[in-house]
């Protein structure tokens, strides 16, 4: 027989431990040196690469691993390699490069006094570029406001962008919005809002109104790492699950969320990617600076959306190589130099590295684009501020600040543009 | 956890011209260091000290346990502060912009304001919720909201709204220290500096403000009282927040003798303050930059035509933000600035 226990007194003396309570840390802190020698980054080509319609439980491991096709000479090597001609190589490194030229003008023109807020995307300008030529125009992009890459993936004019940047008078979104807070729905991306994580469930809501149709369109959004905290994103975790939403869940992890390193997020010990498994969908880990990695794994997602086999988790990894925003200093909160040691390199350096292993192209002709795009930008910059900008020059018209509230303009409205005399 | 340390009585002649910040940085340290049951967290608190620096120092001074970074889910800052505080704690937590409260919102509706009516007072929520509202630092919609009447019209919770460094640090400690939960929008246009309403007019710091001067001991503020900011006789203004100040230059502006109170605490609003003004001057104009629409002016306006009917000699007047949502181009157009509550004064002198 087993011997038998008893349970402990409910009252009285206990013999027990205190506890502690555990407050994670980053391991460098401004003044330190960084080090990732010790991150876990499997070899290129070495994850494999399941049939679109593997169940979830059996591709678990996808969760853990990371989807890479370029390897440190900038040759595609595995099962991922989703072989792209030299054009469709090309056409991204473009998108790439000019949404860093973009970004960079955007952000000087914040700091000349030209708008009040900017953001870049410094470092992770493959996660948008790759899939926005994965998905078609008729597809739905929920993303955040550091996907800016996906218009400029569609030809989205590069003067309305700045347009809206400076809610000047041809400002799309009319002077309403936050800096960066596009909106383009005749290509495919929706309304930003400021509030983090509620596109991720709306998202999986497009998708299941596209299956209640029967259409074919699909849906993809993006949250970053920090943002997976918020409920909004375990809600739509559940529903994509649930009614087997046609839908690509993409977590962009830029290791920072503000000052708040991936560890604040939950994410030092378990994978972004892992959260899929409780809910049982696929997930997909990927060299979020691998533009061949992310467009293999969106196309395999896609793919299985467009298939009727529901959702799939992709955590992209990668790293926000500038500041937060123009209100931030990271310098404040991390080591300086943790970018340029940052081990999976630079996304712009490491495609235009393998199409010069294909023979395709060459630093002379990487810096002839470089030139051209610069010139591209300051072209729209220049046109786009005839137009005004934040400060400066045409505004919209103040009447406009009534208009959309509802369809149709009650008394109330009415009455209070009459107060303010227009 | 009242009696006062040697060097806190040493230090409560020491005064300094802090900013707002810096008061409510000071407010917090002063009540880490007198009670090991307050804490504080939330998004970017920690090592940063918080978006707008009110924890600055704090984590250093205190420890990781004591001042710490959340992950993203004002949910679970809300929903965590809540079960701390039903153990004993006093958990200070912010939210980095008011803007993003509503995630939580339901913790606070929902459970912080009732845990002590459902459970008979077995359970109760001591805690303190702090976040920046309101605009005039063109932060768009969603920087510059003002979403205090969907926290006053809740039983349950109280809601404070400072206008200056000093009430600001003895409110927080009041808030603190209060047994009820306590939730305390921050003007952020007035972190720096006090604000009129005139954005081309430059901001004299806090620092340069004439009497600005913050104890840097422990001292509190009533939560429920207001204060008279500018004595008058011919109409009275009820503000808070920003608008206090703009409140101000209006009347200035205006040449009307006005008498402006700044409420403090919305709920439960000084009522007692508000109808000996009222009965005194005949008139009120009420002033929120939050939209107009079921905004706490309404509630005012109620009170103050229950309790001063026969004492009015004109209707009473709102000036608000507009029932829109907080434009980024048109933020001038927006804000209820002294222009616009100067004519609303001379109406009231008017009717
Ligand atoms: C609901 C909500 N809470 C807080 C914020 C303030 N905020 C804006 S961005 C940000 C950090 C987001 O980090 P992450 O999700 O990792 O995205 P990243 O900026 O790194 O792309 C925070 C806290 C917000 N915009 N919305
Ligand atoms: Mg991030």
New interface residues.
């Given amino acids: 027989m087993a011997s038998t226990r008893t349970a402990p007194p409910a009252k009285g003396l206990k013999n027990s431990r205190a506890l502690s309570?555990r407050?994670p840390?980053p391991r460098f802190?401004p003044g330190e040196k960084a080090d990732f020698s010790s991150l876990v980054i499997p070899e290129a080509g070495a994850t494999p690469r399941p049939e679109v319609d593997t169940a979830p439980k059996d591709m678990r491991e996808l969760a853990y691993g990371m989807i890479r096709v370029l390897d440190r000479d900038g040759q595609p090597v595995g099962p991922w390699n989703p072989k792209l001609d030299p054009a469709t190589l090309k056409r991204g490194l473009k998108t790439m490069m000019l949404t860093r030229a973009y970004d960079d003008r955007m952000y000087r023109a914040q700091r000349q006094g030209k708008t009040?807020?900017y953001m870049k995307c410094t470092g992770e300008e493959a996660v948008a570029a790759a899939a926005a030529m994965v998905l078609t125009r008729e597809d739905m992009c929920f993303p955040t406001y550091r996907q800016q890459g996906l218009l400029i993936a569609r030809d989205y004019p590069l003067v309305d962008m700045m347009n809206q940047v400076y809610?000047n008078a041809k400002?799309p979104m009319?002077?309403?919005?936050?800096?960066v807070?596009y909106s383009s729905k005749k290509d495919g991306f929706f309304t930003i809002?400021?509030?983090?994580?509620t596109q991720v469930p709306q998202a999986v809501g497009w998708a299941m109104a596209s299956a209640y149709k029967g259409d074919d369109k699909i849906a993809a959004t993006w949250i970053g790492d920090?943002?997976t905290?918020?409920?909004?994103f375990h809600e739509a975790m559940i529903f994509a699950s649930v009614y087997r939403a046609p839908v690509i869940l993409n977590i962009v992890n830029n290791q920072w969320?503000?000052?708040?390193f991936h560890g604040?997020?939950?994410g030092e010990d378990a994978t972004f990617a892992s959260r899929a498994i409780g809910y049982n969908l696929p997930a997909l880990r990927v060299d979020g600076n691998d533009f061949l990695a992310v467009y293999a794994a969106t196309e395999w997602a896609a793919e299985r959306a467009r298939s009727n086999l529901g959702a799939t988790l992709i955590e992209h990894y990668t790293y926000r190589a500038e500041g937060h925003s123009t209100?931030d200093d990271p310098s404040?909160?991390r080591p300086t130099d943790e970018g340029k040691i940052w081990p999976l390199g630079d996304p712009i350096e490491r495609l235009k590295q393998h199409l010069i292993a294909l023979g395709e192209w060459s630093d002379d002709k990487q810096q002839a684009l470089y030139e051209e795009l610069v010139e591209l930008v300051r072209a729209a910059g220049r046109e786009s501020e005839t137009h005004g900008t934040?400060h400066a020059g045409e505004?919209?018209s103040?009447k406009t600040?009534?208009e959309d509230?509802y369809k149709e303009m009650d008394w109330?409205?009415v009455e209070?543009r009459q107060e303010?005399g227009i | 956890m009242n009696a006062m340390t040697k060097t806190e009585e040493a230090k409560l002649d020491a005064a300094s011209p802090m900013n707002m910040i810096q008061a409510i940085n000071s407010a917090l340290d002063i009540m880490l260091g007198r009670d090991p049951n307050v804490l504080t967290f939330g998004e970017d608190v920690g090592y940063f000290g918080g978006v707008f620096r009110a924890t600055e120092g704090l984590q250093k001074k205190y420890g990781l346990n004591r001042c710490f970074d959340t992950p993203i889910t004002e949910g679970g800052i809300i929903g965590t502060a809540i079960g701390m505080a039903t153990y004993g704690l006093r958990p200070v937590v912010e939210i980095q912009f008011a803007d993003y409260i509503y995630p939580g919102y339901d913790q606070i509706v929902s459970e912080a304001a009732r845990i002590r009516y459902r459970s008979a007072g077995d359970f109760t929520a001591p805690m303190t919720i702090r976040t920046p509202y309101g605009g005039g630092i063109f932060g768009g919609q969603t920087h510059s909201q003002s979403p205090e009447a969907l926290f006053t019209h809740v039983a349950g919770v109280v809601t404070v709204i400072p206008s200056n460094p000093y009430d600001a640090k003895g409110l927080l400690i009041s808030a603190i220290e209060s047994d009820d939960p306590v939730v305390i929008f921050e003007p952020k246009r007035l972190y720096n500096g006090p604000f009129e309403g005139y954005p081309d007019k430059p901001v004299t710091p806090w620092q340069k403000v004439e009497g600005n001067l913050v104890p840097e001991g422990y001292y509190t503020v009533p939560l429920g009282k207001a204060r008279t900011v500018r004595e008058g006789q011919d109409v009275t203004v009820l503000a808070y927040g920003t608008m206090v100040h703009v409140a101000v230059a209006a009347a200035t502006e205006a040449g009307v003798d006005a008498e402006v109170i700044d409420l403090r605490t919305l709920a439960p609003v000084d009522l007692e303050a508000i109808v000996a003004s009222v009965r005194k001057t005949g008139r009120c104009v009420i002033v929120h930059e939050a939209t107009r629409t079921s905004g706490f002016g309404a509630e005012l306006s109620a009170l103050v035509q229950e309790h001063c009917f026969y004492a009015l000699e004109a209707p009473i007047l709102r000036v608000t933000g507009w029932d829109t949502p907080y434009p980024h181009a048109f933020e001038w157009e927006y804000f209820p600035g002294p222009t616009r509550v100067a004519r609303a004064l001379k109406q009231v002198m008017v009717g």
């Fill in positions: 309570l407050i840390e802190r009040s807020f809610s400002d009319k002077g309403r919005q936050l800096p807070m809002s400021g509030n983090l994580g920090g943002s905290a918020e409920g909004d969320a503000i000052s708040s604040i997020a939950g209100s404040r909160y934040l505004r919209p103040i600040m009534f509230v109330r409205l209070q303010l």
